[in-house]
């Protein structure tokens, strides 16, 4: 491979190391078109377990997810129109933001998704990150287990910060929210508000001026979409009357037309 690679050559080149990496999937029968090589490639980076990968292979796949956030459109902080008081809302992709930290919605072994293709923000977040950023998590909770015991798994609403390799944004936030089976309880509710608190604690500790929310415990986590957005915006909005210039822009990230809804009735 030379330094004028392709990126479909980038695409066919690890592909074969990412098999030959996973050892199981080795023989795997590579499909003919881009688009099945893209998922092939996307599946084996998601269930490879944390582990230290040969220098030139992380160099090339570097270079070709840089390609594809690219290609999908980096959008700058300067491109998002700001709503009122420092808050904005941004419907898209939140890998393709360029700011200083994006929150991850995570799951207690905080080592990103393991299911092949899933659409969750913590799969897409560590597919365009790289390996590199289940690698750091790893370090991260390995440390917290030898502080904590082998079965320790990262509480509620305790951040953790990582870098954000190859995304736009600097850095990742990677915070578990709650999860409500059955009713939604008051004590479910102040640890919604303590993930948006404790983030933004995380943001002023660290001198990073703006961050992009995801909804937070709404979806698999089953907190109703209408409550998660007031939670937010209250939290938020609260936090920030607190620290006045501490944020140059918050930004509720969202995905659906309903939370989009939500979100712009809130800020009206």
């Known amino acids: 491979m030379n330094a ?3 990126q479909d050559q980038r695409l066919d080149y690890l592909v074969e190391e990412f098999k030959v990496d996973s050892v199981q999937y080795r023989d795997l029968q590579t499909p003919a078109d881009t688009e099945g090589k893209r998922r092939i490639l996307r599946s084996l980076m ?4 944390p582990k230290k990968m040969d220098e030139t292979v992380i160099a090339v796949q570097d270079e070709y997810l840089r390609e594809r ?3 999908n459109g980096i959008v700058e902080l300067y491109d998002i129109p700001e709503v009122k008081d420092g808050l904005s809302i941004w419907q898209g992709d939140i890998t393709r933001l360029a700011v200083d930290a994006i929150v991850n919605a995570a799951n207690s072994q905080m080592l990103g998704c393991f299911v092949p293709l899933h659409t969750c923000i913590d799969n897409c977040i560590h597919t365009f990150a790289g390996v590199q950023l289940r690698d750091e998590c790893a370090r991260h909770m390995e440390q917290l287990k030898n502080k904590y015991g ?10 953790m910060l990582t870098d954000a390799y190859n995304l736009p944004a600097k850095k990742v936030i990677h915070i578990v929210g709650p999860i409500v089976q059955g009713r939604l309880t008051s004590s479910l509710e102040d640890d919604l508000v303590a993930c948006y608190r404790n983030t933004l604690d995380m943001c002023l500790e660290n001198g990073l001026k703006s961050v992009a ?17 007031e939670i937010a915006v ?7 009357a607190m620290h006045p210039g501490a944020m140059e822009r918050v930004i509720f990230n969202v995905f659906k037309d309903e939370d ?4 712009e009735q809130l800020l009206q």
């Open 69 to 71: 956030i690219r290609e």
């Open 213 to 229: 929310f995801c909804c937070i415990s709404t979806g698999v986590f089953h907190f109703p979409n209408k409550r998660a957005a």
């Open 4 to 6: 004028k690679r392709t």
């Open 234 to 240: 209250q939290t938020v909005t609260g936090w920030m």
């Open 46 to 49: 998601n269930i490879r377990m």
């Open 260 to 263: 989009k809804a939500y979100y």
């Open 150 to 159: 082998r079965n320790y798994e990262q509480p509620t609403a305790v951040p």
